[in-house]
């Protein structure tokens, strides 16, 4: 079989764009190394959909911010997917901040970010009243919101598979080649995919990938960045996405809101190779609750409930490169797809429909195309009647699994059971949040293993936490 597109990566910008390209009578394939959707980037940053007044005038990165903001909230809507427009706020601790505050405000204006405003302290002080005494002022960038990275690449994948979009895991893409009118993508264990066009959107490996193709290089740095998670007690401590200056290395330390009411802090930011590893290092954490605590000095590593990092693309151009590789229009290059890229997705994947367009000629259109995924059902969230109704139609949702989220049997048989759907620990962790609370899966971890083993045919020795060789449980022993 010859596929029309493949996709190769499944994060937040492959996933989406797989989404829109499902739209059309296309034979498409998501390709994506490791066993689930959203395991690189996209499961590990900020979750900020950033407002845009921080790339430069000019930049495709601008562009693809402004207009991705502004998508974003009906992206979700649509794909069921939580997202909160709770604003954002660059805070100045002198006046020579301040002086690179209205910077920002001007190179807002200048991308067309809508409803920005500068505000002194006492404003501040009124919209955040745990933050410091020592700010004297802030950018209030009203259009910028939060939202779960993980869940709209999710999603997004699930929306697209339900369309006819196939998705192949644990392919790791070894070789590229052309010749005739089609390439092969072969992996690194010897399986191969045919395709007649390809969008290489491989994230941290993208560059890699696009040297292997045809031996274009690009310079790409991996940037580490850590962060710690407080627990839900801890939601009182600010409203708004809270940043300090940028500076050379990024947007700096944040404390943020999720949108399971979670405060986030961090990210660090240190060059390393992209293969380094995302182990969390001891000292860096106290360093960025030390620099966190200069914002909102009440955040204390006594609430954190689990740190992590990721690592992200930087392209030495400080923009997206979004391009055909070099004498062949069919292989289209998505490289440095890092911040604002979260917020940029829903623009980026309609950016580059409208590129691939332009080389295919505009195929008919998918007769069944439904921009939307079922419904996942939140069992927590419904009122005392919609539980009694659920629970009569499939009585596993009336047997909680995950105490700390109130996570059931049935949105965990749920999420493995649907198009893309989990097929490890941390897939159903990421969909129902089983395992995100306060003990991390000490209780509900083993029950888990046992509804994978149940639900994917498998001895439960053989489920593993991430894929690879996460093995959980060896061998019986009584």
């Not at 009243?129 to 020592?134: L, T, V």
Request: glycine share 10%; proline share 4%.
């Amino acid at each position: 079989m010859v596929y029309d597109i493949a996709i190769i990566g499944a994060g937040v910008v492959g996933s989406l764009t797989a989404r829109a390209l499902s739209k059309y009578n296309l034979k498409t394939v998501l390709i994506e190394k490791t066993s689930d959707v959203a395991m690189g980037t996209s499961k590990a940053n900020s979750g900020i959909v950033h407002a845009g007044f921080d790339a430069m005038n000019g930049t495709l990165k601008a562009k693809l911010n402004v207009k991705g903001c502004a998508m974003m909230e009906e992206t979700c809507k649509a794909l069921f997917v939580p997202y909160e427009k709770n604003t954002s706020l660059v805070v100045a601790f002198s006046e020579k901040e301040m002086e690179h505050i209205k910077e920002l405000y001007q190179r807002g204006l200048g991308n067309g970010v809508p409803d920005m405003e500068i505000i002194d302290a006492k404003k501040l002080k009124e919209l955040e009243p745990n933050i410091s005494d020592e700010a004297v002022g802030a950018l209030w960038a009203k259009s910028a919101g939060i939202v779960s990275p993980y869940e709209l690449a999710i999603g997004a994948a699930q929306c697209a598979a339900g369309n006819g979009v196939e998705f192949v895991r644990n392919f790791g893409v070894d070789a590229i080649s052309f010749a005739g009118d089609e390439f092969s993508i072969k992996s690194e264990d010897g399986k191969e995919i045919k395709a007649k066009y390809v969008i290489n959107s491989a994230g941290l490996f993208a560059s890699d990938l696009a040297n292997k193709f045809n031996g274009e290089e690009f310079e790409i740095i991996g940037r580490l960045g850590e962060y710690g998670l407080l627990d839900r007690s801890c939601s009182y401590m600010c409203n708004a996405t809270i940043f300090q200056c940028p500076n050379e290395m990024g947007k700096g330390i944040l404390v943020t809101p999720t949108c399971h009411h979670n405060i986030l802090i961090g990210p660090s930011a240190t060059n390393v190779p992209a293969d380094s590893g995302t182990a969390v290092r001891v000292g860096e954490l106290r360093k960025i609750f030390a620099t966190a605590q200069k914002s909102v000095p009440i955040v204390s590593t006594r609430d954190m409930i689990t740190s992590f990092a990721g690592i992200r693309a930087h392209s030495t151009t400080d923009d997206f490169i979004i391009q055909y590789a070099k004498d062949n229009d069919h292989f289209l290059n998505l490289i440095g797809i890092e911040s604002p890229g979260l917020a940029s997705s829903p623009a980026i994947a309609e950016y580059v429909e409208e590129l691939v367009l332009k080389v295919i000629g505009t195929p008919d259109l998918n007769p069944n195309y439904n921009p939307s995924r079922t419904e996942p059902i939140i069992f927590r969230e419904l009122s005392m009647e919609e539980k009694e109704a659920v629970i009569a139609k499939d009585p596993a949702y009336a047997h909680i699994i995950c105490r700390c989220e109130t996570i059931t049997e049935g949105e965990i048989r749920a999420a493995i059971k649907a198009p893309a759907g989990a097929i490890d620990v941390d897939g159903v962790k990421r969909r129902t949040r089983a395992g995100m609370g306060r003990c991390q899966g000490g209780f509900c971890g083993s029950k888990v293993l046992e509804i994978l083993s149940e639900e994917l045919g498998k001895p439960i020795n053989e489920i593993d936490k991430f894929g690879g060789e996460s093995k959980i449980i060896y061998e019986r022993t009584k």
